[in-house]
Nanobody, 118 residues
Protein backbone atom coordinates (compact mmCIF):
# COMPACT_ATOMS: atom_id res chain seq x y z
CA UNK A 1 0.00 0.00 0.00
CA UNK A 2 1.32 3.40 -0.95
CA UNK A 3 -0.13 6.69 0.21
CA UNK A 4 1.09 9.73 -1.66
CA UNK A 5 0.58 13.02 0.10
CA UNK A 6 1.34 16.14 -1.88
CA UNK A 7 0.48 19.80 -2.31
CA UNK A 8 2.42 21.42 0.49
CA UNK A 9 4.64 24.42 0.04
CA UNK A 10 5.53 27.93 1.11
CA UNK A 11 2.82 30.58 0.85
CA UNK A 12 2.04 33.97 2.31
CA UNK A 13 -0.68 34.58 4.85
CA UNK A 14 -4.09 34.74 3.21
CA UNK A 15 -3.18 32.47 0.35
CA UNK A 16 -4.43 28.94 -0.34
CA UNK A 17 -3.08 25.44 -0.79
CA UNK A 18 -4.68 22.14 -1.63
CA UNK A 19 -3.26 18.95 -0.18
CA UNK A 20 -3.89 15.59 -1.76
CA UNK A 21 -3.66 12.11 -0.34
CA UNK A 22 -3.86 9.35 -2.93
CA UNK A 23 -4.00 5.64 -2.23
CA UNK A 24 -2.26 3.60 -4.90
CA UNK A 25 -3.47 0.12 -4.14
CA UNK A 26 -5.45 -2.38 -6.11
CA UNK A 27 -8.68 -3.69 -4.67
CA UNK A 28 -8.91 -1.23 -1.79
CA UNK A 29 -11.06 1.85 -1.44
CA UNK A 30 -10.74 4.77 0.92
CA UNK A 31 -13.20 4.32 3.75
CA UNK A 32 -12.43 7.33 5.94
CA UNK A 33 -9.64 9.86 6.30
CA UNK A 34 -8.37 12.00 9.12
CA UNK A 35 -5.99 14.90 8.55
CA UNK A 36 -3.51 15.80 11.28
CA UNK A 37 -0.75 18.33 11.54
CA UNK A 38 2.30 18.72 13.69
CA UNK A 39 4.06 22.01 14.22
CA UNK A 40 7.65 22.16 15.49
CA UNK A 41 7.80 21.47 19.20
CA UNK A 42 4.10 20.62 19.40
CA UNK A 43 2.04 17.46 19.49
CA UNK A 44 0.26 16.17 16.46
CA UNK A 45 -3.26 17.58 16.36
CA UNK A 46 -6.50 16.82 14.59
CA UNK A 47 -7.34 19.04 11.64
CA UNK A 48 -10.24 17.49 9.74
CA UNK A 49 -11.93 14.23 8.89
CA UNK A 50 -14.22 12.79 6.28
CA UNK A 51 -16.21 9.62 6.76
CA UNK A 52 -17.12 6.89 4.31
CA UNK A 53 -20.43 8.63 3.80
CA UNK A 54 -18.87 12.03 3.22
CA UNK A 55 -19.57 13.58 6.62
CA UNK A 56 -16.90 16.03 7.67
CA UNK A 57 -15.57 17.43 10.92
CA UNK A 58 -13.08 20.19 11.52
CA UNK A 59 -10.97 21.53 14.32
CA UNK A 60 -12.21 24.86 15.61
CA UNK A 61 -8.99 26.50 14.48
CA UNK A 62 -9.65 25.68 10.80
CA UNK A 63 -13.45 25.67 10.68
CA UNK A 64 -14.65 27.85 7.83
CA UNK A 65 -11.21 27.99 6.18
CA UNK A 66 -10.39 24.36 5.41
CA UNK A 67 -12.49 21.89 3.46
CA UNK A 68 -11.86 18.19 3.02
CA UNK A 69 -13.39 16.23 0.17
CA UNK A 70 -12.96 12.91 -1.57
CA UNK A 71 -12.75 11.54 -5.08
CA UNK A 72 -13.77 7.92 -4.72
CA UNK A 73 -13.14 7.10 -8.36
CA UNK A 74 -9.48 8.01 -7.98
CA UNK A 75 -9.01 6.94 -4.36
CA UNK A 76 -7.92 10.44 -3.46
CA UNK A 77 -8.79 12.80 -0.65
CA UNK A 78 -8.19 16.53 -0.62
CA UNK A 79 -7.72 19.21 2.01
CA UNK A 80 -8.41 22.66 0.60
CA UNK A 81 -6.84 25.26 2.84
CA UNK A 82 -7.89 28.88 2.37
CA UNK A 83 -7.01 32.07 4.23
CA UNK A 84 -3.89 30.44 5.57
CA UNK A 85 -2.30 31.86 8.70
CA UNK A 86 1.25 31.58 10.02
CA UNK A 87 -0.07 29.36 12.81
CA UNK A 88 -1.11 26.83 10.16
CA UNK A 89 2.56 26.12 9.54
CA UNK A 90 3.13 22.42 10.18
CA UNK A 91 3.71 19.05 8.60
CA UNK A 92 0.35 17.72 7.49
CA UNK A 93 -0.43 14.02 7.53
CA UNK A 94 -3.29 11.98 6.18
CA UNK A 95 -4.43 8.93 8.09
CA UNK A 96 -6.41 6.72 5.79
CA UNK A 97 -8.67 3.76 6.47
CA UNK A 98 -8.65 1.48 3.44
CA UNK A 99 -11.38 -1.06 2.92
CA UNK A 100 -11.35 -4.31 1.01
CA UNK A 101 -14.46 -6.33 1.55
CA UNK A 102 -14.85 -6.58 5.32
CA UNK A 103 -11.20 -5.78 5.98
CA UNK A 104 -10.23 -2.34 7.22
CA UNK A 105 -6.62 -1.20 7.58
CA UNK A 106 -5.23 2.14 8.59
CA UNK A 107 -2.21 3.78 6.96
CA UNK A 108 -0.32 7.03 7.36
CA UNK A 109 0.81 9.24 4.53
CA UNK A 110 4.41 10.45 4.67
CA UNK A 111 3.53 14.03 5.53
CA UNK A 112 3.81 17.23 3.55
CA UNK A 113 5.23 20.52 4.81
CA UNK A 114 3.07 23.64 4.81
CA UNK A 115 4.78 26.91 5.64
CA UNK A 116 2.85 30.16 5.88
CA UNK A 117 4.81 33.39 6.10
CA UNK A 118 3.41 36.56 7.61
Amino acid sequence: VQLQASGGGLVQAGESLRLSCAASVSGFTINAVVWYRQAPGKQREFVASISSGGSTNYADSVEGRFTTSRDNANNTVYLQMNSLKPEDTAVYYCNVVLKRGLILNTYWGQGTQVTVSS
